[in-house]
């Protein structure tokens, strides 16, 4: 009995105060509506001031008809929640991007096939996004959003090693299951010609139940595929999503 006692202590010991899972799955269907593969993710983080604050997420991709992950993505949440660092990896097409982050520079490490490695230093303001880092933004803007506000940001575009001017904004149209819509798009006229915007739905509770455009699935070496990805909740944080004063 004293054995079970001293093992419960030392398990309790070893788990951070406030620490706490968030595990959900995407579902990534093509244009034509067919399956292509599923996105795993599993966050681990804590809860502070009652808010979720991620600090390690594991991405496995997987298609559809086995259970092997044909990619992964590791995202650390170190500086901020808009700037995870990123570790991804694609083997199909011996690619792999790297994004770190060092006071306020990021640094991009871009490799793909027979390609010229390509590597770049990229300066960051409060208002640089990385990533999933914009899904954190959205949050973090919730209550201008869903008054109808826009609010622009610098989304990074690792392959390039650059970052452009984009905007968060309330969409006209809603998304399937979504209590709210919105999309981001470029905010230059000349990027607006070429990139389509995102649109992205989520629920009440600040969870991104849906997100339709240009994905990070290779189709070949020359194109990502343009996806619908619908997501579900498999294990809830035990705080909330949303900022208290959002």
């Known amino acids: 009995m004293k054995t079970r006692l001293s093992l419960l202590c030392a398990l309790l010991i070893s788990i951070p105060a406030g620490a706490s899972t968030f595990t959900f799955e995407g579902t990534a269907t093509s244009l034509d509506d067919n399956a292509l593969y599923r996105e795993r993710h599993e966050v681990t983080g804590r809860c502070i001031s009652d808010q979720w604050q991620p600090e390690v997420q594991q991405v496995e ?17 170190r500086e901020s929640l808009l700037r ?12 792999r991007l790297v994004v770190s982050q060092a006071d306020d520079k990021l640094t991009t490490d871009w490799s793909m096939e027979d390609e010229e490695g390509q590597r770049a230093s990229i300066p960051v303001t409060r208002k640089t996004v990385v990533d999933t880092g914009f899904d954190h933004f959205i949050r973090a803007n919730w209550r ?8 622009p940001f610098s989304m990074v575009a690792p392959t390039r090693g650059k970052s452009y001017d984009f905007v968060a904004e309330p969409a006209s149209e809603p998304l399937d299951g979504a209590d709210y819509s919105f999309r981001i798009r470029p905010e230059g006229m000349v990027l607006r010609m070429l990139v ?3 649109r992205l739905g989520y629920n009440r509770d600040g969870f991104l139940t849906r997100y339709a455009g240009l994905g990070n699935i290779r189709r070949n070496k020359d194109e990502n595929h343009i996806v619908t990805i619908s ?8 705080c909330s999503l949303l900022p208290a004063d959002q």
């Open 231 to 238: 997501y579900r909740v498999i294990e809830a944080p035990d």
């Open 84 to 95: 995870p660092e990123v570790d991804f990896r694609q083997p199909e097409f011996n690619e």
């Open 144 to 151: 201008a959003l869903t008054k109808g506000e826009a609010v």
């Open 196 to 198: 389509d915007p995102i």
């Open 61 to 77: 991709y997987v298609r559809t008809e086995n259970t092997d992950p044909f990619a992964s993505k590791t995202l650390t949440y």
